[in-house]
């Protein structure tokens, strides 16, 4: 486990090149509009599927997290896309990938607030 507190997970939807280092991929999350160092965690999908690059960061410097498939691929994506786009994931999601299962949220359920007094209750819908 990292030391490191994570504010939100983005899932690069383009090609990157495995090749660039941690400042190569520092300058992708940019692109993304995250931030490392504020606790944002950009992850990168190899072009054949068969590996995974985590960048995070805290105020000190950024870590650069490397998950390779030996015995298969990680589905993940669909296509890739052409300019620089990320979608946000869960914690949650973000392990069931490093484990290299596969995830599909259809519909996510709304935070929970608390009622202020003398507001009315409402039916969620979970369909």
């Not at 015995?71 to 620089?84: H, K, N, Q, T, Y």
């Amino acid at each position: 486990m990292l030391p490191v507190k994570v504010r939100q997970v983005v899932l690069a939807k383009h090609r990157v090149d495995f090749r660039k280092g941690t400042d190569g991929l520092l300058g992708e999350t940019y692109l993304l509009g995250a931030d490392p160092y504020d606790g944002d965690c950009v992850v990168f999908v190899k072009r054949d599927f068969t590996q995974l690059r985590a960048l995070i960061g805290d105020p000190i410097g950024v870590y650069l997290v490397t998950r390779k498939f030996e015995g298969g691929r990680v589905r993940v994506l669909e296509s890739f896309a052409e300019r620089p786009t990320g979608v946000p994931i869960t914690t949650g999601e973000l392990s069931l990938l490093l484990e290299g299962a596969r995830f599909t949220v259809h519909k996510r359920a709304r935070a929970w607030k608390r009622k202020k007094p003398g507001q009315e209750q409402q039916n969620p819908d979970f369909s």
